[in-house]
């Protein structure tokens, strides 16, 4: 299967409300030989405030953000959707790009009125190179220099490890420069851990993840926390009912016998503390894997013994009525989240119906005009929401001037803020001062792009309708 590689330049970091300025990807085949790569950069939307810090570290101007010859987003997300569709089915990596470029990248088709898990359906799957970096500096130290902080912790942001490792990386921050250092570094732990790299490449997929927990007894599960990777021993318990995608396992490094002594209470409690008895694998998210014999020396002293993890199997065997009431009491205590008020945050509230899906498809080949009629023979209000939205900043005469008038002043309180204040996204007012925050120690380059910043800032601000 081939590999597609991409990254994504942004007005700021929250993946909802954030908006993708630049996407960049390179497709190689098995042996990350490049056979094609694609680029673009789109104008900000009409109703975002972009983030000065983003804008310090990217270095994107004002004269970037507005450049008429630029492709509206909407343009760029149908020109990318057309070209990831081109290159599919393909494994689909980043750096961070589990947490971060893959969650922008569903809001901009979401947003836009497409499928947005195209990363996940249609034969493709997807894994994430930094947890790749993090599990072979783990495993296979030698393989990659990690660099250093003050403090001597390692850190793992790629426009440090790339540099570190032999790239060229000055234009970094610049996408299709993150993409090359990102397969650079891919190049460097297929040589020299070719089993990570193995492990790396089959469990990207989800149908390998479920035949891999389901059959071992007993595995290794790596996962992340501030740059750490933290391995446990694991066995499986089963999946959930209502999500395919997730399975639960223990952590054999737990002392379960004194689990089971513990009245329901103290159970929950200690389901909910660190570290989890009780985790919870995402089996199309590219968990990091490995088989108990393939374990290296070095780490053995960190982990249960193979006679503790033999004795763990035996007593959950022994005790499965305990393993039913915990997975019980453990569900009981998930934290359960309000209902989302904001359109943007509605994305995982439901799948398409199927024939929603069909009049997506006819709205974009629809004359603009047409547009607002196919959004009302739609059953599902978020994308008429949404679609409303988008017709507004594409062509706002295609819309009923009551309908467009709405939109305005929506999207002049949005970009306001209001009096209570607490909105999630960033307003003009935030944003400004912000930069203003900044412009206290910039100087040259950076001072002149700040100051422009917050002189388009004040215009934005003192051109919006009144309320």
Known sequence: ??????????????????????????????????????????RLHGHMAPSP????????????????????HYQMVRAIRDKLLSWSPAIFAGYNSMDFDEALLRQALYQTLHPPYLTQSKGNCRADVLELAQCTALFSPGVLTIPTGDKGKPIFKLDRVAPTNGFNHENAHDALADVEATIHLCRLIRDGAPDAWSNFTRFAQKAAVADFVTEESAFLLTEHFFNKPCPYVVSLIEFDEEQSSLAYVWDLGTDLQALSALDDKKLAAKLKGSPKPIRRLKINSAPQLMHLDDIPEHLHGRLPSQQMVEAQLAWLNNNKHFVAHALTVYRSVQKEYEPAIHVEKMIYDGFLESGDTALLEEFHKAPWEDRDAVLGRLSDERYKMLGRRLIYAERPDALLPEMRAELEAEFAIRLRGTAEGGEPWLTLPEALLQTNDLLQSATGDEHALLSDLADYLTERLESLSPC
């Open 1 to 42: 299967m081939s590999f597609v590689f991409y990254d994504t330049e942004t007005t700021g970091i929250d993946t909802s409300f954030d908006q993708v300025l630049q996407f960049a990807a390179i497709r190689t085949d098995a042996d990350l030989n490049e056979l094609d790569r694609f680029d673009i950069r789109c």
């Open 53 to 72: 810090g983003a804008m310090r570290v990217t270095g994107v101007t004002v004269a970037q953000l507005t450049d008429p010859a630029l492709p509206s």
